[in-house]
Each structure stands twice: as structure tokens, then as C-alpha cells.
């Protein structure tokens, strides 16, 4: 009778560590193909946000894949530490901005988010549990079974709750960074009316609105309609309101009407927008990058 107790318990604790197992590593690829998609549909253009992506595509597959075929313990420990501090990355750079970018809410950070509290939950039980073929030879956990199956409910219980109460932290710093991140840049950033000015940067005279901020123009759009919508709205807020030209300024000022109903502003039949990115005048980061389904330029006074 205590045999075969023993025996549904080692069958009951194989079974949860091949589903946290499953779990975990699935998690850890998902992330790593959401991570893949963003880089490839335009974050490989941003300095060091770029580099930084296609690093977390390459450990979270590489180390996804790991935990799948073997289940060790370490590796399981590593993905688990990988996944929240992928997690940290991103609440840090939505809250305070990282190495130049600001990130703002969008519904793929919000799934990946999710999905990397829930990785490193199942990442770090597993980890945490002790199957019994590892318990020392000689110890009291391998000379009594009774024994054994007390130590491993202890250790199972004590890392399921850990990694809950984590989880829950974590969940608790996802929740509040998107609270107090907007859906699209802050109003410093975006232009609602006023006096278009020149400003020096990198060497090119370019076109700013009243605060000083960059605006830019997008490859895709035409003279009469934009095609930067949703999230791409989010990180290149378009410019309303009514604009007068300044010194310096001498192209021609337009508008078109956006699907909103909004009226954005144009320059020689381009439509403005500032970029989420510049975090203070006399930036131009948004420059030549190839982001939100196209190529964004600054807009070059004249």
C-alpha cells in the first residue's frame, strides 16, 4: 500500500514537471516570436534597442529549446531569470525610457508582458522541484519514502507559492507601468497648433513645431490621406491643429482629414508627426527608420 502511494506520487510530480516543462519552454518561444516579429517589422532600426531585440529572440529560443528537450533543472532556473528580466526591460523602458526610446502601450507589449509572468511562474517551480531520483544517496529522503514524499510536497508547495507571489508582483508593476503609459507619446511631443520653427540637427536644418520637438513625414502617406494609424499613431503622434510658419520657413502649410476626423497638418504635402521616441528638442531619432510599416524622414526645412 505505502508502495504504490509512493509510486502515484512520483507519477503525479513526473506529470507536473512535464507539463511546467511544456509550459515554460512554449512560453519562453512565444515570447522569443513576438520579440522576432517587432524586430523584423522595424525595432531592428533603433540603436541598441535593435541589437538588444534580436539578443532576446536568440537566448529565449535557444533556452526555450533547452528546457523542452532536456527539463534541467538550471536551464529551467535561466529561463525563469531571462523571462522577468526581459519583463524588467520592458516596464523599464515604458516607464522611464532606455538608451534613447520610450516605449508606449501597445497590445503586443501587453501579451508579451503577460507571457513572460507566467513563463518565469512555471520556470521557477520547476527549477525549485526535486524529482526523488536526485535526492542525496544515504539521506533520509532516499532511505525512507515517506520521508521523500514529505520533502518533495514541502519543496513543491514552498516554490509554487514563491513564484505565485512573484508572478503576482510582477503582474502588479505590468498593471501599474501600462496605467501610467499612454497609448500614444505624451502631449510635450505631439504639436497641437502654433508656430513651426528650424532647428540644426546632425548638421541638416529640419522642421520642428513650437516646443522644439522633430517632426517627420512617412514614406507610405500621400498629399491627401495617412496611413499611419492604431499603433503606429501611438509612436508617431500626427500634428493637429492650426500651424503659421516662422523664419525660416518657407514651404507650403496644408492639411488633410484623418479617418478620426481630425484635421492633421501637412508641409509640402507631406502630413507631420512628431516621434514618441525624441525625448526632448534637438532630437531626431525617428530619422531613417524603417518602423510601423515603412520609412520615416525628418522634415527638412525649406
Known amino acids: 500500500m505505502m508502495t504504490a502511494d509512493v509510486t ?68 529551467a532556473a535561466a529561463g525563469a531569470l531571462f523571462a522577468i528580466s526581459t519583463l524588467g526591460g520592458y516596464l523599464i523602458t515604458v516607464q522611464f525610457g532606455l538608451f534613447g526610446f520610450r516605449e508606449v502601450r501597445t497590445t503586443a507589449g501587453i501579451v508579451a508582458g503577460i507571457i513572460e509572468v507566467v513563463a518565469f511562474a512555471a520556470l521557477a517551480v520547476l527549477a525549485a522541484m526535486r524529482s526523488s531520483a536526485s535526492a542525496p544517496q544515504g539521506s533520509h529522503a532516499s532511505q525512507n ?60 536644418t ?45 514651404g507650403t502649410l496644408g492639411t488633410i482629414q484623418r479617418t478620426d476626423g481630425s484635421t492633421q497638418e501637412t508641409y509640402n504635402g507631406h502630413p507631420l508627426y512628431t516621434y514618441a521616441g525624441d525625448s526632448a528638442p534637438g532630437q531626431a531619432n525617428g530619422n531613417n527608420l524603417n518602423l510601423n510599416g515603412g520609412l520615416w524622414h525628418e522634415v527638412v526645412a525649406g
Open 145 to 204: 519514502p515517506w520521508v521523500g514524499r514529505a520533502v518533495s510536497g514541502v519543496s513543491g508547495t514552498q516554490a509554487g507559492l514563491g513564484a505565485a507571489v512573484l508572478s503576482v508582483v510582477a503582474l502588479g508593476l505590468l498593471a501599474g507601468a501600462l496605467a501610467g503609459a499612454g497609448s500614444t507619446a505624451s502631449p510635450a511631443s505631439a504639436a497641437s497648433g502654433g508656430q513651426l520653427k528650424t532647428a540644426t540637427i546632425g548638421g541638416a
Open 206 to 250: 529640419v522642421l520642428t513645431n513650437a516646443a522644439g520637438r522633430t517632426l517627420y513625414w512617412f514614406a507610405p502617406d500621400t498629399s491627401t490621406k495617412s496611413a499611419c494609424y492604431g499603433s503606429c499613431a501611438s509612436y508617431w503622434p500626427p500634428v493637429t491643429g492650426s500651424l503659421t510658419a516662422g523664419p525660416g520657413v518657407h
Open 8 to 75: 502515484r506520487t512520483e507519477t503525479g510530480l513526473r506529470t507536473l514537471r512535464l507539463l511546467l516543462r511544456v509550459t515554460g519552454a512554449g512560453l519562453l518561444i512565444a515570447t522569443a516570436a513576438i520579440h522576432l516579429d517587432l524586430y523584423l517589422t522595424g525595432y531592428r532600426t533603433i540603436p541598441t534597442i535593435g541589437p538588444l531585440f534580436l539578443f532576446q529572440v536568440i537566448v529565449a529560443f535557444a533556452l526555450g529549446g533547452l528546457v523542452l528537450a532536456t527539463g534541467w533543472r538550471l536551464a
